[in-house]
């Protein structure tokens, strides 16, 4: 009997170790690739960081107070792994709505409609869905500024257009025109789009102009700062949602002052002194506007209902180069010469820094996404594009466009995915001149000028036909395709496990029959003993 028990003991011990076995080495499997693929970047990032990102700091907790909180030294992230992805895209060309040389894009807030200015005097509607043109508008004069003096109505119902003969009102329901007696580009405008409010220069004396948008009435009152001396430019930034108060830069000679303006007195206040306020982004609801501080290494916030001055510290050790907010205004991605990082625009407190390779120029509506659109080579192989047109593409020289994204809050992994410019022969030069998402995310839309090819709607999927006119392109991005390669390569990780799964499943079934075994031998001996 005892001996019995002997050999059933050693029996189990050996099921027990096969057991470990099998599962060390379905373990040693699933993860032996991942690490020395994790080995790999950060080995690359290392010999590469000192060129790119060099050292950058982080920042202790930050609050909307007026000081600024100590930033530490941090270490630069690895690179994030890249992912090729395949997007699919549409080049509009209509040559009486997008034109030779189209100066700014604007979406309406429902995402059926984009608007384009051109450089010129045209404005023109383009249907999304259809990607046709339904309405076109001629200004008064040539846009000025295009970018800085084009301003679309938080509900979609005016566009404004500043030109040379004064500033355009476009009704979005009628596209009827009107225009105001004021030749600037230095304005704001209340989210329902009826109110007006420039900062101009009249006989030397800087004043705040307030429009009655419906009536064209203007009342106006001189700029009384409290600096004393005149700025040498002043632009308006946001408004409060009660029009009380115009948050404006003034540019001095040795620095730049955020100023809270009433424009029913003429009186300012300074709130802030701040630097390269064109690198800011304003909030959705325009009510916030985001811009370096004097020392071009914080963030200040400065809010226009509370005429509060929050600061973000970003770098002690960098400047600050670009800023982007997503549509939903909860991520706010900040790029600085050492590297780049993201924050809860909320609260201001950091999420992560950026890795080297991640994209930070713009950031989804819904704030999830961080992403970048490029011009890249001529005939470049890649996409739906690469996929369908083949050798007839590469060999008529098509411009294409890399389209990166990654994770807001992981970052990862950089999934790219490259659509191709139709209006470009060989050798041409294509330049963005706008960005912007349909409000769900789904698409991405690019306004893109160059030397044209072709003409009409076409699908990146084929070649179309080359003309001599120089026409623009309005390019929509299918962004689904990031969102499968994500399902993807889920689905792939998925897979690697099954095997694991599987295996425990068939180990633990094998030594519950032998625990079965092990009792019925025992009670048989057992028996026979009796």
């Known amino acids: 009997m005892r001996s019995m028990r002997r050999r059933l003991l050693a029996f189990v011990v050996c099921l027990a170790l096969s057991a470990c076995i099998v599962l060390a080495a379905l373990w040693a499997e699933n993860t032996a690739a ?3 693929q994790a080995v790999e970047i950060a080995q690359s990032a290392d010999a590469t960081s000192a060129d790119t990102m060099g050292e950058s700091s982080d920042t202790s907790d930050a609050t909307d107070t007026d000081t600024t909180s100590d930033a530490t030294a941090s270490s630069t992230p ?13 080049n509009f060309s209509d040559p009486a709505c997008v034109g030779a040389d189209p100066g700014a894009l604007r979406i309406s807030p429902d995402g059926a409609t984009a608007y384009i200015v051109s450089n010129g005097s045209e404005v023109c509607a383009v249907d999304i869905p259809d990607f ?40 979005t329901a009628s596209y009827a025109v009107t225009t105001l007696d004021l030749v600037t580009s230095n304005y704001v405008v209340t989210r329902d789009g009826s109110t007006l409010y420039a900062v101009v220069q009249s006989g030397g004396t800087w004043q705040i102009d307030t429009v009655d948008v419906a009536g064209g009435g203007i009342t106006s009152q001189p700029v009384v700062f409290q600096e004393g001396a005149d700025p040498s430019v002043v632009n308006p930034l946001i408004v409060s949602d009660d029009g009380v108060t115009v948050i404006a830069d003034a540019q001095y000679d040795s620095a730049e002052h955020i100023l809270a303006i009433e424009p029913a007195t003429g009186s300012s206040t300074h709130l802030a002194v701040a630097a ?26 400065v809010n226009a209902n509370s005429r509060e001055v929050g600061v973000i510290s970003v770098d002690s050790q960098a400047r600050i180069v670009s800023m982007a907010l997503s549509a939903d ?54 996409g739906a594009g690469a996929a369908a047109g083949g050798a007839g593409a590469a060999a008529s020289g098509l411009t294409t466009l890399d389209v990166s994204r990654s994770a807001s809050d992981s970052g990862t992994t950089v999934q790219t995915g490259q659509v191709y410019y139709d209006g470009v022969g060989a050798g041409g030069d294509v330049e963005v001149r706008g960005v912007a998402f349909a409000p769900d995310g789904s698409a991405m839309y690019v306004l893109a000028t160059g030397d044209a090819s072709s003409s009409g709607a076409s699908s990146n999927t084929g070649v179309s036909s080359t003309t001599s006119d120089s026409v623009g392109r309005l390019i929509r991005i299918d ?30 079934c ?11 031998r025992l009670a048989s001996a057992e028996s026979a003993k009796r």
């Not at 690895?78 to 549409?90: F, I």
């Not at 846009?143 to 003969?165: E, K």
């Not at 390269?276 to 916030?301: F, Q, R």
């Open 276 to 301: 390269v306020s064109y690198i800011g982004c304003a909030s959705p609801d325009g009510t916030k506007v985001y811009v370096p501080d004097s020392s071009v290494s914080n963030v200040l916030e």
């Open 132 to 171: 046709t043109t339904t309405h076109t508008a001629t200004l008064p004069g040539d846009s000025l500024g295009v970018n800085g003096g084009v301003t679309l109505s938080t509900d979609g119902a005016r566009l404004f257009v500043a030109t040379t003969a004064g500033i355009a009102v476009i009704d």
């Open 510 to 520: 094998a030594l519950i029959a032998g625990s079965i075994w092990i009792r019925r």
């Open 329 to 382: 205004g909860s991520r706010l991605a900040v790029g600085t010469s050492t590297g780049a990082h993201l924050y809860d625009a909320a609260s201001g407190a950091k999420v992560r820094d950026l890795a080297a390779n991640e994209p930070d120029a713009y950031v989804s509506p819904d704030g999830r996404y961080l992403m970048s659109v490029s011009v890249g080579s001529d005939g470049a192989a890649g």
């Open 78 to 90: 690895a690179e994030a792994q890249n992912e090729s992805v395949t997007l699919d895209s549409t």
């Open 34 to 36: 991942p690490k020395a």
């Open 479 to 508: 962004l689904n395709g990031f969102s499968d390669a994500s399902t993807a390569a889920q689905k792939s990780s998925s897979s690697k496990t099954l095997p694991l799964i599987i295996a425990l499943v068939v180990v633990g």
